[in-house]
């Protein structure tokens, strides 16, 4: 097989990379080994940037989403049991759009498809080899696809990212986890709670009228087994409990749950000769300031905009000034959030937060990261 552009990955970096590429005339196949099913119902990431927004109706895959999503015009950082709510467009000008990142992939997979371009489920043994050659196994046959340019969109856990040589790599793992849980309830808040509690730190989000989105901080070594549904709600009601309203939160049935490690990881550079990483194969921000999806989009528009423009060859620096940004931003809000069992950290963390929602110059300063910065069209 031959292609401009072999695509390794069919997650939110991947597909959108194949649309934008399929925008231009640019031919590209996507290899992904999973199955459509499967890629379909993960719940990840739930907060798109306007920015991101933007891009996707510019591009036209924004019909549902513009139909289905909930709009934020600010959040709550919740604590010592008082609520303050960061007013995010009257700061910034722009807002926050909440859509399961797994609605997002099945409107990518469903444009990508009908543009009659390759999207091959269930690809296994990929190998890269960076002067232009993917060879992998479908329906049980070998197959090696010779290409103008590679993209490694595989995620954390893809291939690609090895095929650097010698690289340089960052990363800080974090003392502490997130347990997340998706409850039919109807969220009991209209927009975000970040809460900073003794007992950890706590998340309320949403993914419709019907659906809410829960995270709490746990051990980075906790199972499932140790959070039946009761110690889950328990530790949430403690956590987002307050003072200042008879504010209450509603539960229901968990339909989801997982443990995410939380980690900032980034590989520098992110090409090598004829292979470019793009995404989550390439960094890992602290789902805190709910940035990856973001920035794994981010990355793609960069990319498509360097192929297109012949300046390929700054790709990687051009991410990474972004990339870094994000990270800093990620841990930021991260360290100021989440329990630590030092009480210096703790007081720091309560006097950053009382600073952040007393002064409108620190509040902006947060509200323009979390809003997003503009793409690198
Ligand atoms: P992805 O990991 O989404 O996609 C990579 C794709 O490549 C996958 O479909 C995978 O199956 C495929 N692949 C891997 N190896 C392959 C191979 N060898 N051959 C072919 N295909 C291969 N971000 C937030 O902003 N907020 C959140 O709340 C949040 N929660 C998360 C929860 C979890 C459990 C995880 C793992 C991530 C979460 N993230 C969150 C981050 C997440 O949303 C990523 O930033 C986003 O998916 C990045 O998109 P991609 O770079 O496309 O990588
Ligand atoms: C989510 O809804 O999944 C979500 C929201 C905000 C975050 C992280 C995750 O900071």
Not at 142 to 169: N, Q, T
Not at 280 to 304: E, Q, S
Request: glycine content about 8%.
């Amino acid at each position: 097989m031959r292609t401009q552009v072999g695509i390794i990955g069919a997650g939110p970096a991947g597909l959108v990379l194949a649309h934008l590429l399929h925008l231009r005339g640019v031919d590209s196949v996507v290899l992904e080994r999973h199955t459509r099913a499967h890629i379909e119902s993960r719940i990840r990431a739930g907060v798109l940037e306007q920015g991101t927004v933007e891009l996707l109706c510019d591009i036209g895959l924004g019909e549902r989403l513009m139909g289905e999503r909930m709009v934020h015009s600010g959040l709550e950082l919740l604590f010592d049991g008082v609520g303050h709510r960061v007013p995010l467009k009257e700061l910034t000008g722009y807002q926050v759009t909440i859509y399961g990142q797994h609605e997002l992939v099945k409107d990518l997979v469903a444009a990508r498809l009908a543009t009659g371009r390759p999207l091959l489920f269930g690809v296994s043994d990929v190998t890269v080899d960076p002067a232009g050659t993917i060879r992998f196994v479908h329906d049980g046959k070998p197959v090696e696809l010779e290409c103008d340019l590679i993209a490694g969109c595989d995620g954390f856990h893809g291939v690609s990212r090895s095929v650097i040589p010698k690289p340089v790599v960052f990363e800080h793992v974090y003392p502490y986890a997130w347990l997340g849980v998706l409850a039919e309830a109807p969220p009991s808040s209209e927009e975000l709670i970040y809460a900073h509690h003794a007992a950890g730190f706590a998340l309320h989000s949403m993914r419709s009228p019907q659906l809410t989105r829960l995270y709490l901080q746990v051990d980075p070594d906790d199972s499932l087994e140790s959070w039946p549904a009761a110690r889950i709600w328990e530790q949430l009601r403690l956590r987002l409990s307050r003072v200042d309203t008879d504010w209450r939160l509603a539960d229901g049935p968990i339909i989801e749950q997982s443990i995410t490690g939380l980690r900032s990881f980034v590989v520098d550079p992110m090409q090598h000769d004829r292979l470019f990483l793009a995404g989550d194969a390439a960094h890992i921000v602290p789902a805190t300031g709910a940035k990856g999806l973001n920035l794994a989009i981010a990355d793609v528009v960069a990319l498509d905009a360097c192929h297109a423009s012949g300046r390929l060859a700054s790709y990687s620096d051009i991410c990474l000034r972004r990339v870094w940004r994000v990270q800093h931003f990620s841990w930021w809000m991260t360290s100021m959030l989440h329990r630590v069992p030092d009480p210096f950290a703790a007081h720091l963390q309560l006097s950053q937060l009382r600073y952040l929602t007393s002064s409108t110059a620190a509040a902006t300063s947060f509200a323009e990261n979390y809003v997003g910065l503009p793409l690198n069209r």
